[in-house]
Nanobody, 122 residues
């Protein structure tokens, strides 16, 4: 059974940093994309960053130069990270890890985590 478990969310002041982690198990996604998505209250879920199997990355314009996605692949275990720097109040959202899709194409992803809340205060 595929499991994606996010951690690392929290509350931070504007300009601060957080590092999100997503522990993936129950599958081998060595040949697929993994990504981070977020959903703010009253807004649609949107793509934040994704990393392909060859290591290539894709970022939403709003987070470029501030967020960095990375991945640690090991046998039977795959951990996805999102380093978030220079956080802004508009980054406040529930952040979700997803696997098995295509870059930032939200509807292409097969598996989702439960989410971790990020709150940025001004």
């Amino acid at each position: 059974q595929v499991q994606l478990v996010e951690s690392g969310g929290g509350s931070v002041q504007s300009g601060g940093s957080l590092r999100l982690s997503c522990a993936a198990s129950g599958y081998t996604y060595s040949s697929y994309c993994m990504g981070w998505f977020r959903q703010a209250p009253g807004k649609e879920r949107e793509g934040v960053a994704a990393i392909d199997s060859d290591g290539s990355t894709s970022y939403a314009e709003s987070v470029k130069a501030r967020f960095i996605i990375s991945q640690d692949k090991a046998k039977n275990k795959n951990t996805l990270y999102l380093q978030m720097n220079s956080l802004k109040p508009e980054d406040t959202a529930m952040y979700y890890c997803a696997a098995g899709g295509s870059l930032l194409a939200l509807n292409s992803y097969d598996h989702w985590g439960q989410g971790t809340q990020v709150t940025v205060s001004s």
